[in-house]
């Protein structure tokens, strides 16, 4: 089938309002008293057992899993909470709700269990009125345990499992009469639009109440619906006689509402449907429920694309990991809404939750903000051939879309992330078919309980770039929508194998195409003039997204992409330049944009826009462009959506530029030492926009002992081409270069660059952490072999650090899973060097065995006082005892 048609769900906020008593619903997330660790129901009430006093949310890994040693804590964590209930509670229906904990919980009241649950990223509640003890003191405990557990989704993933209560804990006291909300934690109402045109929509109620009275009750079910004014424009009720301890199914019906206003992301226009239990007898309200709804009907075409209410849409937008710079996951709502905000100031109208659903406030806001989305059950990587795992994975399926089945925002459901990424019985392809058989059959199960539950959206499967594997394995048959995770260009050398992929995709598979992941690595810290792949510059993103942006908005069939990701994220398993975190965001762990935020600003906002990019760099430095001069030149990027463009420099221009495909304006500036304010001006149609930035740049003379810029210090990482920013101490580090004689006045003698061997994936840097440092990549490269390191510096004393990191281990390194190339395997590494290093002659270390006496991978720093006298500056010799020498950086101040 060509075209999917699909008239439109609709849709709901999913925050219940309280009516004065009626139902009460509040947060439980302060008190609470935690102990890492397991505890007997004799050790939490043990006086001696030391607990820490907590609030809700919160994760016990928000430290451990950024520090030096790997791995993190997972295991289990107890919490107890002390409550009372009031005596007129006695009457009523009692709820402990849970927004979230991962992935195991138990929970218990006054020593009794009320209820289990697994998966760390759904809902859950347990009733917990018969455990009570009303007008007395009732103690929670609350056991949460992270472990792996191998019938549990998610089994391994690019990204850390935080453990912990990491979502709101609230209370909820209802009627006898009351909304339930089954096993599923889903919504007390659930409302969907099976028909909407601009003239007319139907809409569809359903639930179910519980009667907890031993009577009979006839009550009356009223829907009312009220427009943005919160007037009501329609209302329906019905009339239902509950037996004795009965839970009631209902369903209502509007056919007629009439010229509904239209929910989009240019108008993201919400009614509001406030539903009430009424008893027939004594007109009482016994439960109330409010929600939002939104009309809209929506389509996918194969070959042009995505559609809302009859207008195309070009679906561009991010992921989105939960967690945030310091906190894990255990983030506060406002910091979580932000997140949205910003996807919307970037230009963005769309949104993946990946890979798991999220806190209730993110579809809240995508709702609200007129973001389009797709969420996702965390199946990722692979499965657990088990009966078990495929319950707990159909479980996860029913709560996802019973939980967030009201959300307007939300046009697809999807499981199964790169499940073909790391396929076991590689030795044994009989067994590995029968793997693939099992995969298939559970997407197929998975796929039938999402269409049953809601037939109103589309099903996805998002694959990783192994086009017949998944071809094969009939993953690209069962889901609506077939999405790619594609790298070329980060993780595949050839950038170009993009756009082929894409064309591949629209020629033999004819179904609706989405781009779900894309994206390279980038550390704020880090610029370079000459970018390449895997340096982890932010100039290299920009160039890697400047590439896809043209590619994808080139091709309608490409329906919409979702950039990986919208923010840095937690992933305690990767040792780049950033060790514990995948830098593939647009914006870093605590949300500051990134160039490449620019850039998507310049290509997808409406309204006139301009930026200066290098926002995160207030300092620059580098060397003079002559000996004798007083100016460094370096290129400053703008992005702008305008024609044209002037950049001022300290209030002078430095010319025009016209605008052009990329949306990137490159102006050279010759900058000063000192302060540098730049300001870009766009005047178009008579509308001035304008942005700064001021750049404190430090000068250092090509000649080193020239007078005209005296020297004062240098900082160079060796067998390097980017420049890093210490963000601390605000200092940075210059890339270095070769010593050419005696008209140059520094750099490296012999030698070469340190190279990984026996990897198709990088060989710029080492790919492993160092430990000892907030600084790795100051110490991910080194010069190997070299004979020398001069700096021809004016005679005076010097402090002169020498840092030093082994980066040939002697035991075999961790293959990284997630670099999603096949030939990323390297073999591991035995070697030794031993060497004396000299200044000026004189031997300050002897037979210095980095590894022997350090260890491998960990930085290591010698500070040495120097006088420099007679105009012979300082020459940093290294003599090989066994091996080559090795120097990582150098670090050198002028102390008088």
Request: aromatic fraction near 12%; charged fraction near 25%.
């Amino acid at each position: 089938m060509k075209k999917l048609n699909i008239s439109l769900l609709v849709l709901f906020l999913g925050v219940a309002l309280t009516a004065q008593n009626v139902r009460t619903i509040f947060t439980v997330n302060s008190g609470w008293e935690f102990h890492k660790g397991n505890l007997s129901q004799k050790a939490i009430s043990d006086k001696e057992t030391i607990w820490e006093s907590v609030s809700i949310p919160h994760t016990w890994n928000n430290v451990d899993a950024f520090d030096d040693e790997r791995g993190y804590y997972r295991g289990v964590g107890v919490y107890k909470k002390s409550i009372i209930f009031s005596k007129k509670d006695a009457n009523k229906t009692i709820l402990l709700h849970f927004e979230g904990a991962n992935q195991e919980t138990e929970v218990f009241v006054n020593g009794n269990i009320v209820g289990t649950h697994k998966g760390g990223y759904t809902a859950f509640s347990f009733p917990i009125t018969e455990n009570l003890k009303f007008g007395e003191v009732n103690e929670i405990v609350v056991k949460v345990t992270n472990a792996f557990d191998e019938n549990i989704p998610t089994l391994t993933a690019d990204f850390t499992f935080f453990g912990g209560i990491y979502r709101d804990i609230y209370i909820e006291k209802m009627n006898q009469v009351h909304f339930s909300t089954s096993k599923y934690a889903a919504k007390n109402v659930l409302i969907s639009t099976p028909k909407v045109t601009k003239k007319n929509a139907s809409i569809e109620f359903k639930g179910h109440i519980s009667n907890k009275t031993t009577s009979i009750k006839k009550i009356e079910v009223l829907q009312s619906i009220r427009n943005g004014n919160k007037e009501i424009v329609k209302e329906i009720k019905t009339n239902f006689l509950l037996k004795p301890n009965e839970d009631l199914k209902f369903n209502q019906t509007i056919k007629d509402f009439k010229n509904p206003i239209l929910w989009s992301p240019d108008n993201p226009y919400l009614y509001q449907v406030v539903t009430k239990i009424i008893d027939k007898k004594t007109k009482e309200i016994l439960d109330e429920s409010v929600n939002s709804l939104g009309f809209r009907w929506f389509e996918f075409d194969v070959d042009k694309g995505f559609f809302m209410n009859g207008k195309h849409y070009k679906l561009m937008g991010t992921c989105r990991h939960q967690d945030y710079l310091g906190i894990g996951n255990a983030v506060p709502d406002a910091l979580q809404v932000k997140d949205i905000e910003l996807l919307k100031a970037m230009g963005g109208n769309f949104l993946r939750l990946a890979h798991y659903p999220q806190d209730p406030v993110i579809m809240e806001a995508c709702d609200r903000l007129g973001i389009i989305t797709t969420v996702e059950i965390p199946i990722v990587n692979y499965i657990t051939e088990s009966k078990e795992f495929a319950t707990n994975s159909i479980e996860m399926a029913k709560e996802m879309v019973l939980q967030d089945y009201n959300h307007p925002s939300l046009v697809s459901w999807a499981y199964m992330n790169e499940i073909l990424l790391r396929p076991p019985f590689k030795d044994n392809p009989e067994r590995q078919k029968l793997y693939y058989k099992s995969i298939t059959a559970l997407a197929k199960d998975i796929e039938k309980v999402i269409r049953e539950l809601d037939p109103y959206r589309y099903t996805m499967i998002p694959n990783h770039g192994s086009f017949s594997r998944y071809v094969a394995a009939e993953l690209t048959e069962i889901p609506m929508i077939v999405g790619w995770n594609l790298y070329a260009g980060w993780y595949g050398n050839d950038i170009r194998g993009f756009e082929q992929y894409l064309d591949q995709h629209h020629e033999k598979i004819k179904k609706p195409l989405l781009v779900t992941e894309y994206g390279a690595g980038a550390d704020p810290r880090i610029r370079s003039l000459t970018p390449e792949r895997f340096d982890f510059s932010l100039e290299y993103q920009v160039y890697y997204h400047t590439h896809y942006l043209k590619e994808i908005l080139k091709r309608p069939f490409v329906a919409g992409v979702n950039i990986w990701n919208l923010a840095d994220f937690a992933s305690e398993t990767r040792h780049d330049a950033m060790p514990f975190v995948n830098n593939k965001g647009i914006a870093t762990l605590d949300r500051k944009p990134k160039d490449a935020f620019y850039l998507y600003q310049a290509f997808l906002k409406k309204t006139p826009f301009i930026a200066i990019g290098s926002k995160l760099w207030e300092q620059g430095s580098g060397f003079t462009d002559t000996k004798d001069g007083i100016v460094c030149t370096q290129p400053i990027s703008v992005f702008t959506n305008q024609k044209s463009a002037v950049l001022y420099l300290n209030g002078i221009s430095l010319g025009k530029k016209m605008s052009n495909e990329d949306k990137t304006l490159v102006w050279q500036v010759p900058f000063k030492n000192g302060k540098n304010l730049l300001e870009v001006v766009s005047t178009n149609d008579g509308k001035t926009i304008k942005d700064f930035h001021s750049i404190d740049f430090n000068l250092i003379a090509k000649n080193l002992d020239s007078k005209l810029v005296p020297f004062e210090s240098v900082r160079i990482t060796l067998g390097s081409k980017r420049y890093f920013l210490d963000e601390l101490t605000k200092e940075i580090w210059l890339p270095s270069k070769e010593y050419t004689g005696e008209n140059d006045s520094w750099g490296t003698i012999g030698g070469a660059p340190f190279q990984m061997k026996n990897t198709s994936r990088q060989n710029y840097s080492t790919d492993q952490s160092i430990k000892n440092t907030n600084n790795d990549p100051i110490y991910q490269t080194q010069q190997v072999g070299l004979d020398a390191f001069k700096l021809k510096v004016p005679d005076g004393f010097y402090e002169l650090t020498l840092h030093f990191a082994e980066l040939i281990s002697d035991k075999e390194k961790e293959v990284l899973a997630y670099n999603l190339d096949a030939n990323s395997e390297k073999e591991a590494e035995n070697s030794s060097r031993i060497f004396d290093v000299l200044v000026n002659g004189k031997v300050i270390f002897e037979n210095l065995d980095l590894l022997k006496e350090y260890g491998s991978e960990k930085a290591v720093s010698f500070k040495i006082k120097q006088l420099v006298t007679e105009n012979n500056g300082i020459t940093i010799s290294f003599r090989s005892v066994k091996g080559e020498p090795i120097l990582n950086a150098v670090e050198l101040t002028k102390v008088f």
